[in-house]
Nanobody, 118 residues
Framework: QVQLVESGGGLVQPGGSLTLSCTAS????????MGWYRQAPGKARELVAS???????NYADSVKGRFTISRDNAKNTMYLQMDSLKPEDTAVYYC????????????WGQGTQVTVSS
């Protein structure tokens, strides 16, 4: 099935910006609801933002107004633009793809580390 590869993680200063990308190898990218999750040390994995095949978005309250999720179906790619980064944003960020929005059938990328520190 679909294979997902994240990229763009790294070390940034508080208040800085970073853009993550997730590229899918599948052919029917437009039918997948996509999402970014993150997991900080000692904490459960949580939904950061999601986007449907039509472009409808949803954000966790903790990132609303700072992060922007988007997708380019022609490029089989989803993005997460992160601005005004805070130390509490530090986590491994994972890409998720759910065919038809069915979470039980979703696939995960390998994750990319985001560290926000001065």
């Amino acid at each position: 099935q679909v294979q997902l590869v994240e990229s763009g993680g790294g070390l940034v200063q508080p208040g800085g910006s970073l853009t993550l990308s997730c590229t899918a190898s599948g052919r029917n990218f437009q039918i997948y609801a996509m999402g970014w999750y993150r997991q900080a040390p000692g904490k459960a994995r949580e939904l950061v933002a999601s986007i449907t095949g039509k472009g409808t978005t949803n954000y966790a309250d903790s990132v609303k107004g700072r992060f922007t999720i988007s997708r380019d179906n022609a490029k089989n790619t989803m993005y997460l633009q992160m601005d005004s980064l805070k130390p509490e944003d530090t986590a491994v960020y994972y890409c998720n793809a759910a065919p038809g929005g069915i979470t039980e059938l979703s696939r995960w990328g390998q994750g990319t580390q985001v560290t926000v520190s001065s």
